[in-house]
């Protein structure tokens, strides 16, 4: 045995080497490698429509516990798929269900994955850009006579209707049939990414829009 005495810690050195509790829990390079349900890359989406680009946040987080729920303005820092997830939310069926919400959106991206090869977010970026109307009308008194008038979508408007349309053609594909909530999600995100009017409900009701408000300019 070597009559040699080791040094003890000091305490500063043991202080050192403890994680700091009040350091943030991820760092920027954990969060720029999360990858949404673990699978799908979110870093590198493109964005053909520049005025709905700051109105369309795409994180791997798909549920923030409500922490921006009371928070005014806060909806556009939500990721668009939880906001996606939030309106499927919003029917008889699944009203208050997430966890069923989130099901059928992450079997739904498998779905199109298998279809198009492609990232499913980069598709529901797309479909969501393609279904946003830019013209609807308001209506307007004069003297007691209701006049349509046509005007243009604010930016976030146009996000917010994008997803209603989908969650409706969801609703309307499932209502009395046997097709499966995941599969019609797929099939109008992969109709609506290829902007093809007759096989998407979105796309449909975008052109319905667009086509009233001209007829009221």
């Known amino acids: 045995m070597s009559g040699e005495e080791t040094e ?30 673990g699978v799908w890359d979110v870093t590198e989406i493109a964005y053909e429509d520049p005025s709905t680009k700051r109105y369309m946040t795409v994180t791997p987080i798909a549920h923030t516990m409500g922490r921006h729920a009371s928070k005014q303005f806060k909806k556009s820092e939500i990721s668009l798929v939880e906001r996606l997830i939030n309106r499927l939310m ?6 208050g269900k997430k966890q069923q919400a989130t099901r059928i959106v992450r079997d739904a991206f498998d779905i199109v994955h298998d279809r198009t090869e492609e990232n499913p977010v980069q598709i529901l970026v797309s ?18 006579i209701s006049v349509p008038k046509a005007v243009d979508v604010a930016p976030q408007r146009r996000v917010d209707q ?6 409706d053609a969801v609703a309307s594909a499932t209502y009395k049939s046997t097709t499966a909530a995941a599969e019609a999600l797929a099939n109008e995100l992969v109709a609506a990414a290829d902007y093809d009017v007759e096989g998407s409900y979105s796309i449909s009701q975008k052109e319905e829009r667009e086509r009233v408000a001209a007829a009221a300019r």
């Open 8 to 37: 003890a810690p000091s305490e500063e050195d043991v202080a050192a080497e403890e994680p700091d509790p009040d350091a943030p829990a991820s760092s920027e390079a954990a969060n720029e490698n999360a990858k949404l349900f």
């Open 90 to 95: 919003q029917t008889e069926e699944n009203t």
């Open 127 to 144: 479909a969501v850009e393609n279904a946003a109307p830019r013209e609807e009308t308001v209506r307007l008194k004069y003297g007691g």
């Open 162 to 167: 994008a997803l209603l349309f989908i969650s």
